[in-house]
């Protein structure tokens, strides 16, 4: 069993920055991925970013120059740096872990990015 942490949320202006954590903890757990993912409000959940646990990350076009996902195996800690905030980032962001053959999410910490 993984507990998934988040924190780094809040209210920021456009062009703004936050950096999100999230702190992995449990018994005995060996995270491959982590990263995270976003739901707006009427829509679907979607990836922002992940990243393996030998430190390749993926993100989504819609975040590529903008964000950057990393990682501290040590800490089991996931993080997003979020730069040149949007409007249109604005969400719920989650935290994704997988422990094989399980995927844990955190409770969810909102990004609100104002204009």
């Known amino acids: 069993q993984v507990q998934l942490v988040e924190s780094g949320g809040g209210l920021v202006q456009a062009g703004g920055s936050l950096r999100l954590s999230c702190a992995a903890s449990g018994n005995r757990i060996f995270i491959t991925t982590m990263g995270w993912y976003r739901q707006a409000p009427g829509r679907q959940r979607e990836l922002v970013a992940v990243i393996t646990r030998s430190g390749s990350p993926n993100h989504a076009d819609s975040v590529k120059g903008r964000f950057t996902v990393s990682r501290d195996n040590a800490k089991n800690t996931v993080y997003l740096q979020m730069n040149s905030l949007k409007d249109e980032d604005t969400a719920v962001y989650y935290c994704?872990?997988?422990?094989?053959?399980?995927?844990?999410w955190g409770q969810g910490t909102q990004v609100t990015v104002s204009s």
């Open positions: 994704y872990a997988r422990m094989i053959p399980n995927d844990y």
